[in-house]
């Protein structure tokens, strides 16, 4: 299969196909149409992650007021770079991908306004969004979905404790794509836009995933932490030099101490300079607010 140059803005426009309640139900729900696309993104997962995650991070350009789409997009994507580090093999991570993508498609049934709304919402209106992933389930075992992919429909937002929903499942309860796919779902809403609130910068959604080891999240997070940085590829940071760079790698050996390229210098011949950080040597001080870049 070919390697898209733009694999983030063609996931983004094929969730809104799938995500769109104008287009037949059938013609959106058509499985293999749904594997081919993870397929495609698993091929450049494997071929070149790091370019991908900086892809995703500059994904501006395919953003919509509808959340959902870049939500569904991004979600995908950190799903099946979990997936990957955990060496899941590829047909069961062909599977959770496509649970990826349809792991919010429940939230069709639920009234736009509410899921879009940029107003605090009542209890009420909060368990109402909360049965998207009962709907999601239902709506998939209608159409004869696998029993992983409805599950982890239905158990993506249980967490290790038993405080999650809609049936409080714990630990081992909560099926292993619905673990991974919540991790992953968890980290983007943390990290991106939203109507309702603004995004904390990449480092700071991963201190807080880090934050809930044990408590929402199990083992998986440490291949959530390895794969993508505790400052994440894309993210611009601040050097114990003075210098200024863009994280563009995860280190092979710890990954506090990520690849940075340099902002403002270059080689002789127009090359970025890239520099490794260590914990005894060059490291990052803090990220980078917008106006400082």
């Known amino acids: 299969m070919e390697i898209k140059d733009d694999i983030c803005a063609s996931l983004f426009g094929f969730a809104k196909f799938l995500y769109n309640k104008d287009i037949n ?90 899921y879009l709304s940029s107003r605090p919402l009542t209890r009420s209106e909060k368990k109402i969004i909360n049965m998207h992933t009962v709907y999601g389930y239902k709506l998939l075992d209608s159409y004869g979905f696998s029993k992983p992919i409805k599950l982890a429909v239905l158990e993506h937002h249980e967490r290790e404790d038993g405080t999650g929903y809609p049936l409080k499942l714990k630990k081992e309860k909560i099926s292993l794509y619905g ?58 940071v601040l050097l114990s030099d003075g210098t200024k760079g863009m994280v563009v790698d995860v280190s092979s050996y710890d990954p506090r101490y990520p690849i940075v390229q340099l902002l403002d210098e270059k080689t002789f011949d127009g090359k970025n300079i890239v520099r490794h950080t260590f914990s005894d040597g060059l490291h990052i001080v803090r990220p980078l607010k917008n106006e400082e870049v």
């Open 179 to 236: 673990k991974i796919i919540g991790l992953a779902c968890s980290y983007e809403a943390i990290s991106a836009d939203r109507i309702y609130k603004e995004s904390v910068d990449l480092h700071a959604g991963i201190i807080e995933i880090l934050k809930n080891k044990g408590k929402y999240y199990d083992v998986a997070i440490q291949a959530l932490v390895n794969s993508l940085s505790i400052y994440p590829i894309g993210m611009y």
């Open 25 to 114: 139900i059938e013609e959106r729900l058509n499985i293999n149409s749904i594997y081919e696309w993870v397929k495609e993104i698993f091929i450049n997962v494997r071929y070149d992650h790091s370019n991908l995650l900086l892809d995703l991070h500059n994904t501006d350009h395919v953003m919509d007021k509808n959340y959902i789409y870049s939500h569904t997009m991004r979600t995908t994507i950190i799903t099946i770079i979990i997936g990957k580090y955990l060496k899941i093999p590829t047909h069961k991570l062909i599977e959770m991908g496509a649970a990826a993508l349809l792991h919010d498609i429940g939230m069709l049934s639920i009234p736009q306004e509410l």
